[in-house]
Antibody, heavy 127, light 108 residues
Framework: EVQVVESGGGLVQPGGSLRLSCAAS????????MTWVRQAPGKGLEWVST????????YYADSVKGRFTISRDKARNTLYLQMNSLRVDDTATYYC????????????????????WGKGTTVTVSS | EIVMTQSPATLSVSPGERATLSCRAS??????LAWYQQRPGQAPRLLMY???TRATGIPARFSGSGSGTEFTLTISSLQSEDFAVYYC??????????FGQGTKLQIK
């Protein structure tokens, strides 16, 4: 069964750092496009970051660019999100997502939809 | 950036009735649209991709349609477990990958 499980959330002060982890099972993280999505309390979904299946390309929302870094560990089959210079408005539940695509051509063109979601990990930024 | 607009924000429907949710893109996205369902206290899950293809395990009462800028998610006969928030999301032109603000489907 394809599954992702997030961890690493917690309470951190503004300006602090946190690293989220996403352990995958049933598939290989290092050959899959993977994404982080967040949801602030009572709000909608916000795309945060994506790493391409090759790993050559990473993408970030403007709101986190320069502060967050997405990466993956092949040996651990794990995706990470390093979050630095955290702000109060980064408070949210962070979801790890395995991206999918419906054809090889769509994969090539990066027409990824968000296929498998984890349960999320909560990050609270507060003094 | 492509802006996704969902309507209505809240939809009240009785169990057993049909629900129709709309999603509009600010520019053409072909059929590169997904729908997600989020039940209270749960993570989102994929319902539909490529506008009209049901994800694995999604019941046939869910159907999607549309292309270009106008899309619809229809639930033909509402069950109790269908009352949730539904989000559309475009993946045609990114970054950023953008979501609609959500439609809350509630029991009438």
């Amino acid at each position: 069964e394809v599954q992702v499980v997030e961890s690493g959330g917690g309470l951190v002060q503004p300006g602090g750092s946190l690293r989220l982890s996403c352990a995958a099972s049933g598939f290989t993280v290092s050959t899959s496009a993977m994404t982080w999505v967040r949801q602030a309390p009572g709000k909608g979904l916000e795309w945060v970051s994506t790493i391409s299946d090759s790993g050559r390309d990473t993408y970030y929302a403007d709101s986190v660019k320069g502060r967050f870094t997405i990466s993956r560990d092949k040996a651990r089959n794990t995706l990470y999100l390093q979050m630095n210079s955290l702000r109060v408005d980064d408070t949210a539940t962070y979801y790890c997502v395995k991206d999918d695509c419906s054809s090889s051509n769509n994969c090539y063109l990066a027409y990824y939809y968000m296929g498998v979601w984890g349960k999320g990990t909560t990050v609270t930024v507060s003094s | 950036e492509i802006v996704m607009t969902q309507s209505p924000a809240t939809l009240s429907v009785s169990p057993g009735e049909r629900a129709t949710l709309s999603c509009r893109a600010s520019q053409s996205i072909s059929n590169h649209l997904a729908w997600y369902q989020q039940r209270p206290g749960q993570a989102p899950r994929l319902l539909m991709y490529d506008a009209s293809t049901r994800a694995t395990g999604i019941p046939a009462r869910f159907s999607g349609s549309g292309s270009g800028t106008e899309f619809t998610l229809t639930i033909s006969s509402l069950q109790s477990e269908d009352f949730a928030v539904y989000y559309c999301q475009q993946y045609n032109n990114w970054p950023p990958r953008t979501f609609g603000q959500g439609t809350k489907l509630q029991i009438k």
